[in-house]
């Protein structure tokens, strides 16, 4: 039994779900209270003392909730929305409900969404075979951003990220009461620039079929498809926008059955959504008629699940990217296995953790991006490459720390002087060394870019570490290689590296 308690932009919410041992989720018990912490952020740039005690008041019912229930001990995962992190005081905010209800709220980062999203979205491949076939956009509208997924052959090959949000747009709005085609055209200008750039984006891409999910969207499904269904069509989808951009906040309410938190946010989120269908010229079009929050919730409450399958869709990822800037990716990937082999065999020095090894891993795939722009400091260019590429799966913070391990690759070492470094906490910048090290000895093992070295151990003493390679009886060229990548392992673990061939 565990729960997850989510505080969205119009929302908060709690799932208490039960997991057999097969995997399966069964819901015990949801609840779900208006709060408006988007309102707050979009317009006032912070969270009100009015809403953060509304958000503590709504908290402690849903402790209250648990122990009716003699559930008070179990697991919980505690998230915000994401959008707090624009908010001045987010700080206050989740200090406030730490204090107040014991649990650490943690605000959902750009890797944990599109972990999320993703789930969703193999949910669609299951029930929609088609999208196995066809080039398919999974556009996901949020409060704050807009993220689209690309899948090919049921793989994700692109990811990108805007800022294009129902909440973002709906409250920065200078008339909001406005009705009609004037509300319309209004919202319509305001995107248009973010829209322009998503299409630019996609533009070669050949997109067959598009899957928009989010918050009001699934709301409106029932008025979209027909029961049990996900099809729809464009003028289905244009003719609902006209309905409720024609209707009062009153009327939306009762004829459409939204809250009124969600009222004048579901009218950006169709104009929105009609936008990208416009961009790619599609004329149909699939809606989710699943509960958005009800099914994040449950995500958020297993974070384990499909583990293994986000993995191989996150290094897939970091590959596309890596071959659009045309890496040799046969030294790519064994610089990564070289990499893991050093990763597991030194554990006992670096101590570091298996979420570490999945950012060697990516910076392993993509440190030689940077020649595309120029061999000479291509690691220069390779972290400008990867600071500013979206991996799917990763968050800002950990695509940094991917980045500055293809700046240090080779040449030189980690300094407190170095842009971007020097923004880091000490236990990333400790982070950020130790892999670095590792990689560039794993780079100097494979200079030749012939894979020679298969498998490899260490063997330490008290003052050297000894790189056996199996199944290399002259390792001459790795020797020489060596010197030039050893400097940083050497001056971090206090141990000089030596080569002996196996």
Known sequence: MRAAVHVGASHASMIIISITNDGREEMIDFLEKNIPLGRDIFSHGHVLTT???????????????????????????????????????????????????????????????????????????????????????????GPGNTRLLLFKNGQIVRYHSYRLG???????????DLLGEQIIRLIREQISGMIAQLSYDFRDEGVEDLVMIGTEIQMLSPFLSKPDKTKSRYKILEQLLQNIAAATEAQRVKEFALDYQTSGSALPALVIN?????????????????????????????????????????????????????????????????SRQL??????????????????????????????????AHELHSLYIV?????????????LVVALI????????????HRFYQDLNSEDRIRVAKLSALIRVADALERTHSQRVTNLTVEITDSKAHLVLEGILDATAERLALPSKADLFENLFGLSLHIKES
């Open 387 to 399: 600071r500013h590429s979206e991996i799917f799966g990763l968050s800002e913070a950990d695509r």
């Open 51 to 141: 809403t953060i005690e509304q958000a503590v008041k709504v908290i402690s019912g849903f402790q209250e909730a648990l122990t009716e229930l003699g559930l008070n001990n179990i697991p919980v995962r505690a998230v915000t929305t994401n959008t707090l992190t624009e908010a001045s005081n987010a700080e206050v905010f989740l200090n406030r409900l730490q204090i107040a209800a014991g649990w650490r709220f943690e605000p959902l980062d750009d890797g944990e969404m599109t972990r999320l999203v993703f789930l969703k979205t193999r949910r669609r491949l299951r029930d929609t075979p088609s999208m196995r076939k066809r080039n398919t956009i999974v556009a996901h509208v």
């Open 406 to 417: 293809t700046r240090y690759h080779r040449k030189s070492q980690p300094e407190t002087s």
């Open 343 to 376: 990763f597991e065999e030194t554990q006992s020095l670096h101590k570091l953790t298996e979420h570490d090894a999945l950012l060697l891993k990516v910076a392993a795939i993509l440190h030689e991006v940077g020649n595309h722009i120029s061999p000479k």
């Open 166 to 176: 129902t909440h973002r747009t709906w409250e920065q709005l200078n008339s909001p």
């Open 274 to 338: 009609a936008a990208i269908a416009e961009s790619f010229e599609l004329t149909s079009l699939r809606v989710p008629g699943s509960d958005y929050e009800k099914g994040l919730l449950t995500d958020l409450a297993h974070p384990t699940i499909l583990k293994e399958e986000l993995l191989k869709q996150l290094f897939h990822s970091a590959e596309v990217i890596a071959r659009r800037y045309r890496v040799d990716i046969k030294h790519a990937r064994h610089v990564a296995h070289l």
